[in-house]
């Protein structure tokens, strides 16, 4: 055992965890570790003006290292501050170690907020530490729970006491946990039963797909059986998005998605919250007639909306794997060749929407402003080769998807979740987890501007990630939104067509701003203009934002 201060034992544990990057924004409460920092360099502290910028580069940092994030905020109102995307790494299985200092046990007589209660509903464990011989294990078991599936936010509030104080500490890090369960054989049967007697199954693929690295197996047992392949609102890439049967996301608040639910047997759902939506249609949207499956490694997730009549607790890996075995040594020949006639009709499917939506863009290409089709375009054809790009692109997402369809799936970072600001912070974070690659980020105008300060930390930190900002001059989301809300819930046949306070009548320029916080920023308005700007950015090896005008018309 070793004799130290708290605080002291607090940074030896972030360095025995492996933490080189501490994203924060301290308070007075926070001056005890602060205070010690001098002694450890080897500790990156990454200042942040803003505790979303934070918590966003943290979620960017553990979804591209897979290991859990460190955050530190302040007290009660900066640690509020971070609680928005908090929640949206809570909801999409970020792994995040968050914690902040606390006044003194011994100050009961005034206010003394309870941090944990605080933000009890979003993180997995919340806890204070009030003595210093506690820091060691409870770090141990902050970074054990975060880091174990499903993974999530934690946090710590460490009382000043406990910082100053002195004990004998054990410092020993947590261990990774190997979680990886296999398929219950029978209920593998079950399902391999189901599929085989399908004429028409639809597959839902997940983020927990993406995140145990399950694609090739979710791609054999896709082509296996020749079925339609969706993946869930804002997911990370689940599939191969340029293969011929993925259909891309799925979503129950478009009308013609819930009418093509109408017409399957068999929903195969994998590592996906299933019919994910703001909005409410019905309790139940499968017919009655249909079959859900439901494989998740997440426990609540399977039967959680939809009645599941097989559902099964396993790795998303494993069982997709076992899954195909199972039916490539069940088909007969005729099965074979069902199979290959409902993947030939699904690529046409296929092919035939991604012709219409080419179709309908050309009609605007010439627009000025510019479309967000034809920003995507154009940017998708200057990606340098390698690069990460980070989707933050909100109502455009149809857009990014359609023409993002290169990207492999470790090249692509999106969330599920709806808060906005997230994709500044994340761009960032994602560049300090792999400054070997080129990395982008696409951004809407209204998220951008929520979490702006990040460009500070930007310049400050030296951060070469490029940024591209779609200003439409709107929270144009809230549009589609207010349009689907009053076409369905209030079945209004002919909506208005006023959006009350959600445009932006003064509008600002994002590269202004940008240069103002020592980051490269340029204003684009000619998409011919769009490539050249991309390639100076990543030839730049400097933080680059470029604002990009576009139609923001719904």
């Known amino acids: 055992m070793t004799r130290l201060s708290g605080k002291k034992a607090f940074l030896e544990m972030l360095r025995a965890e492996g933490v080189r990057h501490i994203f924060g924004n301290p308070g007075t409460s926070e001056s005890p570790f602060m205070d010690a920092f001098e002694d450890y360099p080897d500790l990156r502290y990454i200042l942040t003006l803003q505790e979303g910028v934070a918590v966003g580069m943290a979620d960017g940092y553990a ?11 302040h007290i009660d109102s900066g640690l509020a501050n971070g609680i928005s995307l908090m929640i ?27 941090l944990p209660e605080l933000v009890r509903p979003v993180t997995k464990w919340s806890v204070e530490v009030t003595h210093p011989d506690q820091i060691p294990s409870v770090m141990r078991r902050a970074f054990n729970e975060a880091n174990s599936e499903p993974k999530g936010p934690v946090y710590v509030a460490l009382a000043s006491n406990a910082l100053d104080g002195e004990a004998d500490m054990n410092l020993i890090a947590s261990r990774p946990m190997y979680t990886s369960g296999a398929p219950d054989p029978d209920g593998l049967v079950r399902v391999v039963e189901a ?18 690295n399950a694609v090739p197996e979710a791609v054999r047992l896709a082509e296996l059986l020749g079925v339609p392949v969706y993946t869930t609102r804002g997911s990370d890439s689940s599939f191969r998005a340029d293969h011929p049967q993925y259909m891309g996301m799925l979503a129950p608040r478009r009308r013609e998605h819930r009418r093509l639910m109408d017409s399957v047997d068999v929903l195969l759902a994998v590592g996906a919250d299933v019919f994910a939506d703001i909005f409410y249609f019905s309790d139940v949207l499968m017919p009655r007639t249909a079959r859900v499956i ?40 005729a099965m074979r060749a069902a199979a290959g006639e409902r993947a030939a009709e699904a690529a046409a499917a ?25 920003l995507m375009s154009e940017v998708a054809g200057a990606l340098p080769p390698g690069t990460v790009v980070i989707d933050d692109s909100s109502s455009h997402r149809a857009a990014f998807a359609h023409y993002m369809q290169s990207l492999a799936p470790d090249e692509l970072v999106s969330k599920r979740s709806g808060s906005i600001g997230w994709g500044l912070g994340a761009t960032l974070g994602v560049k300090l987890a792999r ?3 080129p990395v982008l980020g696409v951004l809407g105008d209204g998220g951008a501007m929520m979490t702006v300060q990040g460009l500070w930390t930007a310049a400050n930190e030296r951060i070469p990630a490029v ?19 009053r076409r369905d819930v209030l079945k209004q046949t002919e909506p208005s067509p006023r959006y009350l306070y959600m445009d932006f009548p003064t509008p600002f320029d994002l590269s202004l701003i940008a240069r103002g916080m020592g980051v490269q920023g340029e204003r684009i308005t000619d ?28």
């Open 63 to 73: 979804r591209m290292t897979g290991r859990a994030a460190f955050v530190q905020l």
């Open 88 to 114: 949206d790494a809570r909801n999409d299985g970020t792994p995040m170690v968050v914690v902040s200092g606390n006044y003194d046990t011994r100050k009961l007589a005034e206010h003394r907020a309870n």
């Open 195 to 212: 599929l085989l007697g399908s004429e028409h199954t639809m597959m839902l693929l997940g983020n927990r797909v993406a995140r145990a």
């Open 294 to 333: 439901h494989i998740d490694s997440q426990p609540g997730a399977v039967g959680k909306s939809e009645p599941t009549e097989i559902g099964i607790l396993a790795s998303p890996k494993l069982a997709l794997g076992a899954l195909a075995d199972a039916i490539e040594a069940s088909m007969t020949s």
């Open 350 to 374: 296929r092919t035939r929407a991604r012709a219409e939506f080419e179709a309908a863009a050309k009609k605007r290409w010439e627009n000025r402003p510019m479309t967000a089709e034809r």
């Open 435 to 437: 400054p070997d690659r």
């Open 467 to 485: 940024m591209v900002v779609m200003n439409n001059g709107s929270y144009r989301v809230l549009k589609t939104n207010t349009d689907i809300y």
């Open 527 to 554: 998409p011919e203009d769009v490539v050249p700007a991309l390639r100076r950015a990543f030839d730049s090896g400097k933080p680059t934002l470029l604002d990009v005008a576009i139609d923001g018309s719904v």
